[in-house]
């Protein structure tokens, strides 16, 4: 008798888990798209006004004439797409179909388009100068910038820099010391103002030294030590103006950088004075992001910091020194956030003044969240905030019905919409703010 084989039964594939659907995106965009038909839409001024948008500046090399638009048909419209839009988004989460950052990008583009309409609607006597509009963002997003590149190089190295705040005004507080005795000295504003732009590095990377002491060293929350460095630099700056320059004026005057246009490249219309008529510091903004975008990715620097921050105890392994990599990198990115820093004092050709920082570096810190900590992403998140700050400039120039107040909430209003539509789709480095004890 021959035994028959028994086969077993085929093992059936476990059922995948999907993730439950977030609607968060879907409802902030549908928020922001309706209330902005209802405001900026329907509320903007018909009857024939008509908007004016003016590109070319005297000096370009060719002139881009200045055009009208109808103003309410055109917001409304700008208002009906980004609500569609909208609605796109939604479909895309009931259908789990994934957008990219396209699309909540063009919806905020579409609601500021409608914006710049609807301040400038029936307006004869003033325009949106785009020009200058695009010039504040580049310029006001300098220290945030510098100061998101600084959180990157901590917390990729898993030190959490809370303390950018600190570090801006300290290095906004040396580089008008440095700058005023120096050009108090020399006579020329200019050597002063280059004096000072050097200075800053240190008072950030003073800051940062303090930071690394008490996390590295002692163990202390890292969170805690950098709100109590931003209102020990408080303190310390405050003291200082109060003492030093008020009975000096001398060593705290109004010296600025002055713009180096490159030839040829400064005179395109719009690109050239937004991107080539800036001073130093801009330039090297420009280099020192595009350099640490390379290092970060493509050098055995960056990998090591980035496998210090991730997996502390595998490159301890492998002989990566981990508190020490911590240490010079924290210090590194405190000078970074010193440098910029300067843009409120030298680089911007204003006197020092108390707190003179305004809660930039909080906003830095956001945008370095929001550039998932990259370089490049920092840099499009700063200018994004930078772009809020400067649309705050010019609806004071060009008089709107919106309270000031309100307007001066502008910059950090964006940093909450921005940080709250991206809050659970990104991952910070896996040790950040965990100490290394070996």
Same mark, same amino acid.
């Given at each position: 008798?021959?035994?028959?084989?028994?086969?077993?039964?085929?093992?059936?594939?476990?059922?995948?888990?999907?993730?439950?659907?977030?609607?968060?995106?879907?409802?902030?965009?549908?928020?922001?798209?309706?209330?902005?038909?209802?405001?900026?839409?329907?509320?903007?001024?018909?009857?024939?006004?008509?908007?004016?948008?003016?590109?070319?500046?005297?000096?370009?090399?060719?002139?881009?004439?200045?055009?009208?638009?109808?103003?309410?048909?055109?917001?409304?419209?700008?208002?009906?797409?980004?609500?569609?839009?909208?609605?796109?988004?939604?479909?895309?989460?009931?259908?789990?179909?994934?957008?990219?950052?396209?699309?909540?990008?063009?919806?905020?583009?579409?609601?500021?388009?409608?914006?710049?309409?609807?301040?400038?609607?029936?307006?004869?006597?003033?325009?949106?100068?785009?020009?200058?509009?695009?010039?504040?963002?580049?310029?006001?997003?300098?220290?945030?910038?510098?100061?998101?590149?600084?959180?990157?190089?901590?917390?990729?190295?898993?030190?959490?820099?809370?303390?950018?705040?600190?570090?801006?005004?300290?290095?906004?507080?040396?580089?008008?010391?440095?700058?005023?005795?120096?050009?108090?000295?020399?006579?020329?504003?200019?050597?002063?103002?280059?004096?000072?732009?050097?200075?800053?590095?240190?008072?950030?990377?003073?800051?940062?030294?303090?930071?690394?002491?008490?996390?590295?060293?002692?163990?202390?929350?890292?969170?805690?030590?950098? @709100?109590?460095?931003? &209102? %020990?630099? !408080?303190? $310390?700056?405050?003291?200082?103006? =109060?003492?030093? #320059?008020?009975?000096?004026? /001398?060593?705290?005057?109004?010296?600025?950088?002055?713009?180096?246009?490159?030839?040829?490249?400064?005179?395109?219309?719009?690109?050239?004075?937004?991107?080539?008529?800036?001073?130093?510091?801009?330039?090297?903004?420009? @280099?020192?992001?595009? &350099? %640490?975008? !390379?290092? $970060?990715?493509?050098?055995?620097? =960056?990998?090591? #910091?980035?496998?210090?921050? /991730?997996?502390?105890?595998?490159?301890?392994?492998?002989?990566?020194?981990?508190?020490?990599?911590?240490?010079?990198?924290?210090?590194?990115?405190?000078?970074?956030?010193?440098?910029?820093?300067?843009?409120?004092?030298?680089?911007?050709?204003?006197?020092?003044?108390?707190?003179?920082?305004?809660?930039?570096?909080?906003?830095?810190?956001?945008?370095?969240?929001?550039?998932?900590?990259?370089?490049?992403?920092?840099?499009?998140?700063?200018?994004?905030?930078?772009?809020?700050?400067?649309?705050?400039?010019?609806?004071?120039?060009?008089?709107?019905?919106?309270?000031?107040?309100?307007?001066?909430?502008?910059?950090?209003?964006?940093?909450?919409?921005?940080?709250?539509?991206?809050?659970?789709?990104?991952?910070?480095?896996?040790?950040?703010?965990?100490?290394?004890?070996?």
């Amino acid at each position: 008798m021959t035994a028959t084989a028994v086969e077993a039964p085929e093992a059936q594939p476990a059922a995948a888990v999907e993730k439950p659907l977030s609607w968060k995106m879907p409802l902030l965009l549908g928020s922001v798209g309706i209330l902005s038909f209802i405001f900026f839409g329907l509320m903007t001024p018909g009857d024939g006004a008509t908007t004016t948008f003016v590109l070319s500046r005297s000096g370009d090399l060719f002139t881009i004439p200045a055009f009208d638009v109808p103003s309410q048909p055109v917001a409304i419209a700008l208002t009906l797409a980004a609500t569609a839009l909208a609605a796109l988004s939604a479909w895309g989460v009931r259908n789990r179909r994934q957008f990219g950052v396209w699309l909540p990008s063009t919806v905020g583009l579409l609601v500021v388009l409608a914006v710049l309409v609807w301040a400038g609607a029936g307006k004869t006597a003033t325009s949106i100068q785009v020009t200058g509009l695009l010039i504040g963002t580049v310029v006001l997003a300098v220290p945030l910038v510098f100061g998101s590149l600084a959180g990157m190089l901590c917390e990729r190295s898993g030190i959490i820099n809370i303390a950018i705040e600190g570090q801006l005004l300290a290095g906004a507080f040396l580089a008008a010391l440095v700058g005023g005795a120096v050009a108090s000295a020399t006579g020329s504003d200019a050597v002063g103002a280059y004096a000072g732009l050097i200075a800053a590095p240190l008072a950030g990377a003073l800051v940062g030294a303090a930071l690394t002491l008490f996390a590295v060293k002692y163990w202390v929350n890292q969170i805690v030590v950098g @709100v109590v460095l931003n &209102v %020990l630099v !408080v303190g $310390l700056t405050n003291f200082f103006f =109060g003492t030093l #320059m008020k009975n000096n004026p /001398e060593l705290n005057r109004a010296i600025g950088l002055p713009d180096l246009p490159i030839p040829l490249l400064s005179k395109i219309p719009v690109l050239g004075p937004v991107l080539f008529d800036q001073n130093i510091l801009v330039y090297a903004m420009y @280099v020192i992001v595009a &350099v %640490l975008n !390379v290092m $970060l990715f493509r050098s055995r620097w =960056g990998l090591r #910091m980035r496998a210090v921050g /991730e997996h502390p105890k595998a490159a301890d392994t492998v002989g990566i020194k981990v508190n020490r990599t911590r240490v010079r990198n924290t210090i590194l990115g405190g000078a970074v956030a010193g440098f910029g820093g300067a843009f409120f004092t030298v680089a911007s050709g204003l006197a020092f003044n108390k707190e003179m920082t305004g809660g930039k570096g909080y906003i830095a810190l956001a945008a370095m969240i929001l550039g998932r900590w990259s370089p490049k992403g920092a840099l499009a998140a700063a200018l994004l905030f930078g772009f809020a700050d400067s649309l705050r400039e010019q609806f004071g120039i060009i008089g709107t019905a919106i309270p000031s107040q309100f307007l001066a909430m502008l910059p950090y209003l964006a940093t909450i919409f921005a940080v709250a539509g991206l809050v659970g789709h990104v991952r910070p480095p896996a040790a950040e703010g965990i100490p290394y004890k070996k």
